[in-house]
């Protein structure tokens, strides 16, 4: 059975840290790429970042790059979002997502939330001063 649960979601300050997990089951990492998106309400989900062990590259968003780490555990299977520097536009449902890496159009934008097939159910994280 396919399972992404995120988990670390909360209340965090502004310019202060929160770390996001995600855990994965029944997917093969190695063909399997792991993006966060996050949708505000009133607005569309948006791709944030994606760490692909096929070809060892990540992605960011603009608005999160040089703040935003992505990485992976391989033995835990678990991929983690550790955001710092958070501001006023973070604020959102986040949500983990699996994307196959041998899709014929996977090479270019992989924030495009389409072409993610599993998704987690989400969590919450608020920023407050």
């Known amino acids: 059975q396919i399972q992404l649960v995120e988990s670390g979601g909360g209340a965090g300050q502004f310019w202060g840290s929160l770390i996001l997990s995600c855990a994965i089951s029944g997917l093969n990492l190695d063909y399997w790429a792991i993006g966060w998106f996050r949708q505000a309400p009133g607005k569309k989900r948006e791709g944030v970042s994606c760490?692909?062990?096929?070809?060892?590259?990540?992605d960011y968003a603009d608005s999160v790059k040089g703040r935003f780490t992505v990485s992976r555990d391989n033995a835990k299977n678990t991929v983690y979002l550790e955001m710092n520097s958070l501001k006023s536009e973070d604020p959102a449902i986040y949500y983990c997502?699996?994307?196959?890496?041998?899709?014929?159009?996977?090479?270019?934008?992989?924030?495009?939330?389409?072409?993610?097939?599993?998704w987690g159910q989400g969590t919450q994280v608020t920023v407050s001063s």
């Open positions: 760490i692909d062990s096929s070809d060892g590259t990540t």
């Open positions: 997502a699996a994307a196959f890496v041998n899709r014929r159009d996977w090479g270019t934008d992989k924030l495009d939330r389409y072409k993610y097939d599993h």
